[in-house]
């Protein structure tokens, strides 16, 4: 594998973002979240991010700091738990499902702001309205990193699962080779979905390395990943598809 190599991937959503994701993977209530549930999951997601070398805020490790802390505060007994200052309820829970639901109410305010800006680009639209159209509905199903990195993991835990599967160390998996192959698998134009890229990966390493080259490829705009409905699987399509 190529040691050195870094994806220059800009994360633009943070912390709450892959809170607010964690949640509704979940399908449950931010009400009923689950301080240990949740702290183990984005947990996971950080180690994703450093074993793929991408860069993270960091805003990032310090929502993880803040987790851990509220995790062990809530498995104290509550005559037990520290004091905190402005506190007015004995759920160490209280005070980030406020900050998620106000965060969710600013997002939803913007996405609705910006269905509305579509609209008025529609209403002035003219001849070339049906063009401005169709590439809006493209775009509409793509994937962001966090969705990703969930499929990524579900691979490494496929593979991590069979027991016939063994590290090849004496074989080194380039990522410029598999961005050739990747290029290939879409090269028809029809899409692949992303389980399809790892069908025939036997090591962890091969599956950090294609994964890596996927995200290269995204970044450069060169392929899409899409997901038409929520929980679905994602596929990879060439940019021009």
Not at 112 to 121: S, Y
Not at 130 to 149: K, N, P, W, Y
Not at 191 to 201: C, E, H, N, Q, Y
Request: proline share 2%.
């Amino acid at each position: 594998m190529e040691s050195e190599y870094k994806v220059k991937l800009e994360v633009f959503e943070g912390p709450l973002d892959l809170l607010l994701y964690l949640i509704k993977q979940d399908e449950i209530d931010i009400y009923d979240v689950s301080l240990e549930r949740i702290t183990s999951q984005y947990l996971q997601y950080i180690q994703a991010f450093k074993e793929l070398n991408i860069e993270l805020a960091g805003e990032f490790i310090v929502m993880a700091a803040n987790l851990i802390y509220l995790k062990s505060r809530s498995l104290l007994p509550v005559d037990q738990q520290p004091p905190e200052e402005d506190a007015q309820e004995d759920d160490p829970r209280w005070e980030l499902i406020r900050q998620l639901i106000e965060y969710k109410k600013f997002k939803e305010a913007a996405a609705e702001l910006h269905l509305r800006g579509l609209e008025q680009e529609r209403i002035f639209a003219r001849e070339d309205a049906s063009v401005l159209d169709t590439d809006q509905a493209l775009r509409l199903g793509e994937v962001g990193i966090f969705q990703l990195i969930n499929a990524f993991q579900t691979v490494i835990k496929r593979i991590e699962a069979r027991q016939d599967v063994q590290e090849i160390f004496a074989e080194r998996f380039s990522v410029s080779e598999k961005i050739d192959a990747i290029l290939q698998c879409v090269a028809s134009g029809a899409p692949i979905r992303f389980s399809d890229l790892f069908g025939a990966v036997v090591s962890r390493v091969e599956v950090v390395v294609t994964f890596l080259a996927l995200l290269e490829l995204i970044r450069l705009k060169q392929v899409r990943a899409v997901q038409k409905n929520i929980f679905e699987e994602i596929e990879i399509t060439a940019a021009a598809a």
